[in-house]
């Protein structure tokens, strides 16, 4: 595989400007036809992150005389990757992300791969393909996915609260039992969003309540035993009468052993 050269970038050029039109003509068996760009294919697609993306870039092109990937991520300029048949040759051009590549030789397989997969993949992926009998376009919408870190806590007023950190996209948060709940959202920036949610149970007897967080890349339940105000009440009443009896002991024996000591004496 060799680097195209300025000359053939000159080529190169041409032909991606014959690939971006709508129509364009080609001699073929002596006979002149017009040639239409047919209808653009679009797919969504949605990749966890730290995993390994291939987009294909269909249909079969072991024809193609061209292949063209445009890369447009968010706040960076578009990353060009290109493949001629002719040469064999191949090109880019404002290509930085070394974690995206072309998946294996281009004569072979025109695919291209992200690995590994990072929040800062969102963005557009084109394929265009220039063949003898047509043009082709497809362009991939990437959603990159990040499962949250989930919690599940008692702060040091006694609300129980349960946080899902830095998901992509936010989370939702569902409790068991039902209580008096409220749930916030943080951006973080990155396209992460830190959702947490608070929950206490007024006048309520509650002992154990579990927190579930529902996201795209799989759900979660965590539990908590509580100690409810009656059982509260309830250990205090108990560990009060205890020491009560403790030191109630305590003073009759003292008095005992007193009273034996005084008679010994006498």
């Not at 760009?37 to 390994?52: G, R």
């Not at 998946?103 to 025109?110: G, I, K, L, M, V």
């Amino acid at each position: 595989m060799h680097t195209l050269g300025t000359s053939a970038l000159r080529v190169l050029m041409s032909v991606n400007i014959l690939v971006s039109a709508s129509t364009f003509s080609s001699s073929v068996k002596g006979k002149e036809r017009s040639l239409t760009l047919p209808a653009e294919a679009n797919t969504s697609l949605s990749v966890p992150v730290d995993t390994k993306a291939v987009l294909l870039c269909p249909p079969d092109n072991s024809t193609a005389l061209l292949v063209t990937w445009t890369i447009s991520l968010r706040d960076q300029p578009p990353c060009t990757r290109a493949y001629r048949r002719d040469s064999n040759e191949t090109s880019e051009r404002n290509c930085t992300d070394e974690r995206i590549s072309w998946e294996s030789r281009p004569d072979q397989n025109p695919a291209l791969q992200i690995d590994p997969v990072a929040i800062t993949h969102d963005g557009y992926y084109r394929c265009e393909v220039a063949a003898p009998d047509g043009l082709f376009g497809h362009t991939y919408c990437l959603c990159v996915l990040v499962p949250p870190k989930v919690t599940l806590f008692r702060d040091s007023s006694g609300t129980v609260v349960c946080r899902a950190a830095a998901g992509k996209p936010s989370a939702q948060i569902f409790w068991t039992p039902r209580g008096d709940c409220h749930a916030e959202e943080e951006p973080l920036g990155n396209g992460t969003v830190t959702v947490q949610s608070t929950c206490h149970w007024e006048g309520r007897q509650v002992s154990n309540v579990s927190c579930s967080v529902s996201h795209v890349t799989g759900n979660k339940s965590l539990f908590l035993e509580l100690k409810t105000g009656d059982q509260l009440s309830l250990n205090l009443t108990i560990l009060y009468i205890t020491s009560s009896i403790l030191v109630a002991l305590v003073i009759v024996g003292f008095i005992w052993l007193w009273r034996i000591g005084c008679c010994r004496k006498c």
